[in-house]
T-cell receptor, first 116, second 114 residues
Framework: DGGITQSPKYLFRKEGQNVTLSCEQN?????MYWYRQDPGQGLRLIYY???????QKGDIAEGYSVSREKKESFPLTVTSAQKNPTAFYLC???????????????FGPGTRLTVL | GENVEQHPSTLSVQEGDSAVIKCTYS??????FPWYKQELGKGPQLIID?????GEKKDQRIAVTLNKTAKHFSLHITETQPEDSAVYFC?????????????FGTGTRLQVTL
């Protein structure tokens, strides 16, 4: 059963602590992405990775870090430097096909992070 | 950078009526326009998309139109049903190397009433 999994579904953290959100995909996709969603807003890109051991900042990367050691995994760390970390975090992935200009992104179920 | 505006922010229709959601984008390099449906507490699900070389696409009760000159695209849902109630997001996409960058609209909360 192919897809994207994110864990945990709900996460609580004390202010000042780092926390890591998990994202795993078995779709054999090359590219993976992290988005943040706030109430009443669209999704905003945090980081993306085109290939293993490579990643780039998105529009709101400050206070976040990522790694891409395996093709199927793209964990996101929310650091204590992120000033307003409470949000719904979504992971996505897309394939890369030579000669194809359009790459559909598939989303995971999300992790809701609450900072207490 | 790309900017996507989406209207309306909320939409209430009676079951069986049609619903229309409109988006505009700013970057002429955007060439792929997906629409996502998001139910409460879940990730977005792609419901339909349109490429920049196509003006209209239909899939059963859902259709999308694109006007590249005016930089706007719209989602049309006909014969709405209660299960259509959700938040709908439009997005404009451009390539980033082998990845792609989606810029999302702010969403439309659709409520289908009986």
């Amino acid at each position: 059963d192919g897809g994207i999994t994110q864990s945990p579904k709900y996460l609580f953290r004390k202010e000042g602590q780092n926390v890591t959100l998990s994202c795993e995909q078995n779709l054999n996709h090359d590219a993976m992405y992290w988005y943040r969603q706030d109430p009443g807003q669209g999704l905003r890109l945090i980081y993306y990775s085109q290939i293993v051991n490579d990643f780039q900042k998105g529009d709101i990367a400050e206070g976040y870090s990522v790694s891409r050691e395996k093709k199927e995994s793209f964990p996101l760390t929310v650091t204590s430097a992120q000033k307003n970390p409470t949000a719904f975090y979504l992971c996505a992935s897309s394939s890369h096909q030579a000669g194809i200009s359009y790459n559909e992104q598939f989303f995971g179920p999300g992790t809701r992070l609450t900072v207490l | 950078g790309e900017n996507v505006e989406q209207h309306p922010s909320t939409l209430s229709v009676q079951e069986g009526d049609s619903a229309v959601i409109k988006c505009t984008y700013s970057d002429s390099a955007s060439n792929y326009f997906p629409w996502y449906k998001q139910e409460l507490g879940k990730g977005p699900q792609l419901i339909i998309d349109i490429r920049s070389n196509v003006g209209e696409k239909k899939d059963q009760r859902i259709a999308v139109t694109l006007n590249k000159t005016a930089k706007h695209f719209s989602l049309h849902i006909t014969e709405t049903q209660p299960e259509d109630s959700a938040v709908y997001f439009c997005a404009a996409t451009r390539k980033l190397g082998t990845a792609s960058k989606l810029t999302f609209g702010t969403g439309t909360r659709l409520q289908v009433t009986l």
